[in-house]
T-cell receptor
């Protein structure tokens, strides 16, 4: 079974701090790595995504770092805010035609305390 | 605005009953997915469809079925509900490699 391993399971960060969530994958055919953010009672929503042809992608306070050789990628949230408190899922998929399924990590519950 | 809606939002059913969860999207996306979300397991794929009349099994398909008769809908049926199927169910849709859009979820309790 294709897997994406995510850590930590939960994370508590002070307001203004940096939140870091890590993911590792096994399938070298994966070539699209999105992160989803989920607030309580809501469905997940795309936050940011990266392809392995770049090592980093930044959108505002959110950055994905990608290490193809180590088969690892991570989400960094700079200047974390209480409004960032949510569950974050990393995911991966591969791009042969007819293969659009996402394989998700188990999620990280982030709590940002004032 | 285009959207994806799930119904019902909450349901309680008895063991052994057949249950159908609805998913309707107005994005006109070809790809539709059903996931279940459980503590400690994240999101696991149940079934998916890449177009009308196309359905495929995911990681945890036992006890579930889907049918795709049109682009907009992918209902999920639990043939004979079991307590192990108590979960939050999410439907999603996407087009090619674009963003997957998720519904608000259905919380199902099997008693």
């Amino acid at each position: 079974q294709q897997q994406v391993k995510q850590s930590p399971q939960s994370l508590i960060v002070q307001k203004g701090g940096i939140s870091i969530i890590n993911c590792a994958y096994e399938n070298t055919a994966f070539d699209y790595f999105p992160w989803y953010q989920q607030f309580p009672g809501k469905g997940p929503a795309l936050l940011i995504a990266i392809r392995p042809d770049v090592s980093e992608k930044k959108e505002g306070r959110f950055t994905i770092s990608f290490n193809k050789s180590a088969k690892q990628f991570s989400l960094h949230i700079m200047d974390s805010q209480p409004g960032d408190s949510a569950t974050y899922f990393c995911a991966a998929t591969n791009t042969p035609p007819e293969s659009y399924q996402l394989t998700f990590g188990k999620g990280t519950k982030l709590s940002v305390i004032p | 605005d285009a959207e994806i809606t799930q119904s019902p939002r909450h349901k309680i059913t008895e063991t052994g009953r057949q249950v159908t969860l609805a998913c309707h999207q107005t994005w006109n996306h070809n790809n539709m997915f059903w996931y279940r979300q459980d503590l400690g397991h994240g999101l696991r794929l149940i079934h998916y469809s890449y177009g009308v009349q196309d359905t495929n099994k995911g990681e945890v398909s036992d006890g579930y079925s889907v049918s795709r008769s049109n682009t907009e809908d992918l209902p999920l049926t639990l043939e004979s509900a079991a307590s192990s199927q108590t979960s939050v169910y999410f439907c999603a849709s996407s087009e090619g490699w674009s963003e997957a859009f998720f519904g608000q979820g259905t919380r199902l309790t099997v008693v």
